[in-house]
């Protein structure tokens, strides 16, 4: 069963452009009629280099960029018919993190503080120990000691930052996870140690896992399938094995032969 499903989807940038005496806009095709689908329970790795569209790809499927054409479906529930009241009862079940250089855990809040939030927003009726008991059990899935709870972002090291944002992220018991650039940034070793984590999480809690990433390799480690974005388009698509060992496009061989 298909869990999120992306039909010719297309998504536009409005940007102010100097003609002569006055100011108008131009749109750009970020990404051109890509199509994709994750089955409940599987998992996709999508590589882009930075131009490729990947970021406001994520963005559309959290309903933060607006659609052009195309449809986004997920769990049957087409998203772009939905307004931003109704998208909240789907959101609770559709989770993103993102880069160690995003700036997704907020400075001034400890852990413990930054869990409560999320606590709050998606069980606002359970008591205190309820929430301790969520808050603990994914700390100890990512790997967090109790001791961090306490901690503000700044006292804790890159790997321990991407553990918070996953367990941040694994309170409201999401059925799809995003990782977008996940490990970007850390050396091998920290990279290794995030991925082996994903790898256990998305056992352990019966994720469907979508990994947009600039690295073939990690995509070639957590996904089952993988899609090669270049300048918006989806080159090739397909299981991961054959993408890497027998890839079709130019691009891809590229790829291949500088990442694996």
Not at 60 to 69: I, T
Not at 106 to 135: C, I
Not at 224 to 231: A, C, K, V, Y
Request: net charge negative; aromatic share 8%; hydrophobic share 40%.
């Amino acid at each position: 069963m298909e869990l999120l499903s992306v039909e010719n989807l297309c998504l536009l940038k409005q940007r102010m452009r100097r003609r002569w005496f006055h100011y108008d806009f131009e749109e750009k095709l970020l990404i051109d009629e890509v199509s994709f689908s994750i089955e409940k329970g599987r998992s996709l790795g999508l590589v882009g280099e930075e131009k490729s569209g990947k970021h406001a790809l994520v963005l559309a499927l959290m309903k933060l960029h607006p659609v052009a054409s195309g449809n986004i479906t997920f769990a049957e529930i087409d998203l772009n018919s939905l307004g931003e009241r109704q998208f909240r009862r789907v959101r609770k079940r559709i989770q993103t993190v993102f880069s160690p250089g995003f700036g997704q855990l907020t400075p001034d809040l400890t852990l413990d503080q930054a869990f409560n939030e999320v606590l709050k927003l998606w069980y606002p009726k359970s008591g205190m120990d309820d929430w301790h008991q969520r808050a603990e059990s994914v700390m100890v899935a990512c790997g967090l000691p109790e001791a961090v709870r306490q901690l503000y972002p700044v006292e804790l090291d890159a790997v321990e930052r991407q553990q918070a944002a996953l367990a941040r992220a694994l309170l409201s018991a999401p059925d799809l996870l995003i990782c977008h650039g996940f490990t970007q940034g850390l050396d091998a070793v920290e990279q290794a140690e995030l991925l082996n984590l994903l790898y256990k999480v998305r056992e352990e809690f019966s994720l469907t896992l979508l990994v947009v990433t600039d690295d073939l390799a990690v995509a070639h480690h957590l996904g089952d399938n993988i899609g090669i974005l270049h300048r918006g388009k989806l080159l090739e698509y397909g299981d991961a094995e054959t993408v890497v060992n027998r890839p079709d496009h130019d691009y891809t061989k590229r790829l291949v032969s500088c990442s694996l």
